[in-house]
């Protein structure tokens, strides 16, 4: 990382805490406590203590709806708004990688390319300079190394439970080259042997099935509260609603239904493997 990035990370990292600082005061002389303030929103006191500790951003719908209780008059929502971006992370998917680092459970369908969390270093460049506009190389490569980072979740002594269904187009792909391909398929190939990681392809050919709106992502917290999270061209949704939750678990159970088992899923990439 050039010591330019470095700065830009460091002044953004104090520009939370200030934020974050602005919110404890105005919170405090509304007379509200972080639990009573996180349970009128439903966001929980523990979020409500991050953000005021700069350790996890403001959203802008939150700090509207703080600024028009606490009688603020605006000034949350000018803050953010005026805080420098976050360098390699679009604030919009902030929120998503705070609660994935934290999840005790990861259910992954993926139809365009091989998850974040499975991606090995130069697949993670190809993607990266397959984006238009065009990052330049010292981007991609700080992209890269964050990616790579997360990987460290599937690592950790007791790692979240994880789920993955991969449609076959995405494994067909040949993103950056051959070499990088192949390399690709054995990391999946080792991955497929890991305890508490379920890893099973979508075939080809099928006549229907259930994840035709795209790819998405099920996490369940410490606490138990399941997520559904969703990107688009240029934002994300992470929805927290159980009766939609609970939607797009319909949706991941008919998935693993209708995608190989994970044994034939091994005999999948095996055959890949082969025909390189």
Same mark, same amino acid.
């Given at each position: 990382?050039?010591?330019? &990035?470095?700065? @830009?990370?460091? @002044?953004?990292?104090?520009?939370? $805490? ?14 509200? &406590?972080? %639990?009573?303030?996180?349970? $009128?929103?439903? +966001? ?9 500790q ?10 509207e ?7 603020? %008059?605006? #000034?949350l ?10 360098? /390699? ?21 993926? !139809?365009?390319? +091989?998850?974040?969390?499975l991606?090995?270093?130069?697949? #993670?460049?190809?993607? *990266? $300079? ?40 995405a /494994? ?5 080259? !051959?070499?990088?391909?192949v ?11 890991? =305890?508490?990681l379920?890893?099973? +392809?979508? =075939? ?10 795209? =790819? *998405? ?18 934002? !994300? &949704?992470l ?8 939607? +797009? &678990?319909? %949706? ?13 899923? %091994?005999?999948?990439?095996d055959?890949? /493997?082969?025909?390189?």
């Amino acid at each position: 990382m050039s010591t330019t &990035t470095r700065a @830009r990370a460091r @002044r953004n990292a104090s520009a939370m $805490r200030m934020v974050g600082a602005l919110l404890a005061l105005y919170r405090q002389a509304a007379g509200y &406590t972080q %639990k009573s303030l996180g349970d $009128r929103f439903v +966001v929980g006191e523990q979020q409500i203590a991050s953000i005021e500790q700069g350790r996890r951003p403001l959203k802008p719908d939150l700090a509207e709806q703080l600024d028009q209780l606490l009688g603020t %008059k605006g #000034a949350l929502a000018a803050a953010l708004e005026h805080m420098p971006e976050v360098d /390699l992370v679009p604030l919009w998917a902030e929120e998503y990688l705070d609660r994935e680092r934290e999840a005790i459970a990861i259910s992954w369908y993926e !139809s365009l390319l +091989v998850p974040g969390l499975l991606q090995t270093e130069g697949y #993670a460049r190809a993607v *990266f $300079r397959s984006r238009v506009p065009v990052y330049d190389e010292d981007e991609i490569e700080q992209f890269v190394a964050a990616r790579i980072q997360r990987r460290e979740i599937l690592h950790r002594k007791v790692p979240p439970t994880t789920s993955f269904v991969i449609w076959e187009a995405a /494994l067909r792909d040949r993103l950056g080259g !051959s070499e990088v391909y192949v390399e690709q398929l054995r990391h999946l190939r080792e991955y497929a042997e890991m =305890p508490g990681l379920a890893l099973q +392809v979508l =075939p080809l050919g099928r006549t229907t099935h259930a994840g035709l709106e795209g =790819p *998405f992502i099920l996490l369940e917290t410490p606490e138990h509260q399941r997520l559904a999270y969703s990107e688009t061209q240029r934002g !994300s &949704t992470l929805i927290a609603d159980p009766n939609e939750v609970g939607i +797009v &678990t319909q %949706k991941y159970a008919m998935l693993r239904t209708q995608a190989l088992n994970i044994e034939d899923t %091994k005999d999948l990439l095996d055959r890949l /493997l082969g025909e390189r």
